[in-house]
């Protein structure tokens, strides 16, 4: 397999847009037809999204009223989705070719997000080929069986979330998706995931917890997951250490960034 530096994929620089321009060094702007989620897994336990939706709602954005509750000193999920029509439509009105990460404040794969909805969200994608769309998600058997009765779409790529070894099996449901591009996110990334078998994956990215109360990520487990990259050829994308502040960390890996994308023919 063959890897392409970020800049190559790209086609061109953001524009302003009816989308939210994204810090996530790996994506250009996200995209929430859906809000809300629900805690599955230690992952999830300082999901940033959590805080996101409590400071929206402070700030008086109706979409993610009621999506979070105290619990002691933090804002945790209560379950609730809000489903965005208007959010929707939104990348039919952009024109200039961006990655989009698709439901950064949510799951589009939860149980509560009917299927019919699912299938409006892939009419959206098909309609705009000239995005490439990056869904995640930690509910990777639903993924898996709902992705067999849609469409394989080129600009569409399925992805899970693994932050342990207690997890890969989630690659096991990714490898049953109906996808062309399938990747995985070792993000946060909490332990050692052991020989992880990388096959039918094309995109690994690798990334330490952030923001308060981070727990600690080791070079160690960084090594041996670029270490089954390069046996699987997986690309390898090294995000960030983490810690309480990011920046401080910073994402040198190794003495340099690691920016690698799957190849895909233009």
């Not at 009621?66 to 379950?79: E, Q, Y």
């Not at 569409?156 to 399938?182: K, M, Y």
């Not at 996110?185 to 332990?191: A, C, I």
């Given at each position: 397999?063959?890897?392409?530096?970020?800049?190559?994929?790209?086609?061109?620089?953001?524009?302003?847009?009816?989308?939210?321009?994204?810090?996530?060094?790996?994506?250009?702007a996200?995209?929430?037809?859906?809000?809300?989620?629900?805690?599955?897994?230690?992952?999830?336990?300082?999901?940033?999204?959590?805080?996101?939706?409590?400071?929206?709602?402070?700030?008086?954005?109706?979409?993610?009223?009621?999506?979070?509750?105290?619990?002691?000193?933090?804002?945790?999920?209560?379950?609730?989705?809000?489903?965005?029509?208007?959010?929707l439509?939104?990348?039919?009105?952009?024109?200039?070719?961006?990655?989009?990460?698709?439901?950064?404040?949510?799951?589009?794969?939860?149980?509560?997000?009917?299927?019919?909805?699912?299938?409006?969200?892939?009419?959206?994608?098909?309609?705009?080929?000239?995005?490439?769309?990056?869904?995640?998600?930690?509910?990777?058997?639903?993924m898996?069986?709902?992705?067999?009765?849609?469409?394989?779409?080129?600009?569409?790529?399925?992805?899970?979330?693994?932050?342990?070894?207690?997890?890969?099996?989630?690659?096991?449901?990714?490898?049953?998706?109906n996808?062309?591009?399938?990747?995985?996110?070792?993000?946060?990334?909490?332990?050692?995931?052991?020989?992880?078998?990388?096959?039918?994956?094309?995109?690994?990215?690798?990334?330490?917890?952030?923001?308060?109360?981070?727990?600690?990520?080791?070079?160690?487990?960084?090594?041996?997951?670029?270490?089954?990259?390069?046996?699987?050829?997986?690309?390898?994308?090294?995000?960030?250490?983490?810690?309480?502040?990011?920046?401080?960390?910073g994402?040198?890996?190794?003495?340099?960034?690691?920016?690698?994308?799957?190849?895909?023919?233009?």
């Amino acid at each position: 397999m063959f890897f392409v530096h970020m800049g190559c994929i790209f086609l061109a620089r953001l524009q302003r847009g009816c989308m939210s321009k994204s810090d996530i060094e790996w994506t250009d702007a996200t995209w929430n037809p859906v809000a809300g989620c629900s805690i599955i897994s230690p992952g999830c336990s300082n999901c940033y999204a959590m805080r996101m939706a409590a400071r929206l709602e402070a700030m008086g954005m109706e979409k993610y009223a009621g999506l979070t509750r105290k619990s002691g000193k933090r804002r945790v999920w209560t379950g609730t989705l809000a489903f965005d029509e208007k959010a929707l439509k939104a990348p039919l009105t952009w024109r200039t070719p961006r990655m989009v990460f698709v439901n950064s404040m949510s799951d589009l794969f939860q149980d509560d997000v009917p299927e019919e909805f699912i299938g409006k969200v892939w009419d959206v994608m098909k309609a705009t080929p000239q995005h490439t769309y990056q869904i995640l998600t930690k509910r990777s058997q639903r993924m898996a069986e709902v992705s067999q009765q849609l469409e394989k779409l080129p600009n569409v790529w399925l992805g899970v979330s693994v932050e342990s070894e207690d997890f890969v099996g989630r690659l096991d449901d990714l490898r049953n998706t109906n996808a062309l591009i399938r990747f995985v996110s070792f993000e946060p990334l909490l332990d050692a995931v052991g020989p992880v078998n990388l096959s039918k994956i094309d995109w690994a990215i690798i990334g330490g917890e952030s923001g308060p109360k981070a727990r600690p990520i080791e070079e160690a487990w960084v090594e041996e997951i670029q270490q089954r990259c390069r046996l699987f050829g997986t690309a390898f994308f090294f995000k960030q250490w983490g810690g309480t502040n990011k920046k401080k960390t910073g994402r040198l890996f190794k003495g340099r960034t690691w920016d690698e994308y799957p190849a895909v023919m233009a």
